[in-house]
């Protein structure tokens, strides 16, 4: 997959993981995205 869609796939997951209150979920989610945006730069 592309940086984009790794990137776009953890903001997914972060937001399910703050919509359904889990915190676990929510912070991969962000890790995922932090890490896709690292690589694209």
Do not use: H, V, W, Y
Not at 7 to 27: C, D, Q, V
Not at 34 to 40: G, I, M, P, S, V
Request: charged residues 50%.
């Amino acid at each position: 997959m592309g940086d984009r869609s790794e990137e776009m796939k953890g903001n997914l997951k972060e937001t399910a993981g703050k919509i359904t209150g889990n915190e676990r979920m929510e912070n991969e989610g962000k890790a995922e995205k932090d890490k896709a945006e690292a690589k694209r730069q």
